[in-house]
């Protein structure tokens, strides 16, 4: 049985911009709304995260499903006073955070071409399925994975399934990602490996994560991309020994 023989790539702020359009989209909403309510009384992002996290499990993740959040938080805090050309507003704030270009992090390209010398790379993402075709496509990496996933949620379950059909085991894989909630704590869980590479601002969503200390020695923290390789490269050596142990 050999160490890691393949490794999982995130998307959103792991191999390009993402929240901070998000974080734009979020400043915008509180201006619309604070037209008519007092924001130092009435907590609206909070109120919008609640809304949020309450539709995940029936719009899903992206853009779309976060515009039907804020129209709905928009509808709640104002009592059904929004005007109608303020929901149009948020509608077309949402068209342009689908139109934003893809502006990918510096150096990752490079670092995704390294580790692709040495193993299969794959990409794992979820959101809404249109939109996150258009970002691969536009991105110009796609042809750099051996396969490409858009999934609906990214838990044990899902990891577990996507393993199954790469006939690799848990320990054979390394996930990237900017995300504990999402990229890391998952695939831990299932016995595989991790490289976190934390974004500069990250969705309140992906920031509830619990990681057991006795997992840590299969994980890494980067900052950047130039240090991905290395960091695969340790990862994948510390694999190899356990697999000899």
């Not at 996290?53 to 059904?80: D, H, P, R, W």
């Not at 831990?188 to 969503?205: D, K, Q």
Request: overall charge negative; glycine content about 6%.
């Amino acid at each position: 049985m050999t160490g890691i023989r393949m490794i999982g790539f995130d998307a959103d702020d792991t191999l390009w911009r993402s929240q901070d359009y998000f974080d734009d989209a979020q400043a915008e909403f509180e201006r619309i709304v604070g037209r008519y309510v007092d924001l130092a009384d009435v907590r609206v992002l909070d109120a919008l995260y609640a809304v949020e996290t309450a539709n995940i499990a029936v719009f899903g993740y992206g853009v779309k499903g976060m515009t039907l959040s804020m129209i709905e938080s928009a509808t709640q805090i104002t009592g059904g006073r929004i005007a109608a050309l303020d929901l149009h507003r948020i509608v077309e704030m949402a068209k342009g955070l689908l139109r934003h270009p893809v502006e990918l992090l510096p150096g990752i390209r490079q670092a995704v071409e390294a580790v692709a010398a040495d193993f299969d790379v794959v990409l794992i993402t979820k959101g809404d399925l249109f939109h996150q075709e258009a970002k691969v496509r536009d991105s110009g990496l796609s042809d750099l994975f051996r396969r490409i996933e858009i999934v609906s949620e990214k838990d044990p379950q899902t990891y577990a399934r996507l393993l199954a059909e790469f006939d690799i085991d848990a320990g054979q894989f390394l996930m990237i990602g900017n995300s504990l909630r999402s990229d890391i704590a998952p695939v831990l869980a299932l016995g595989g490996w991790g490289v976190h590479m934390p974004y500069r601002t990250t969705w309140a969503h992906e920031t509830d994560a619990y990681i057991d200390a006795a997992l840590d020695a299969r994980m890494c923290v980067v900052a950047e991309p130039e240090a991905l390789p290395e960091a695969v490269a340790m990862l994948a050596a510390r694999a190899s020994a356990s697999r000899e142990d």
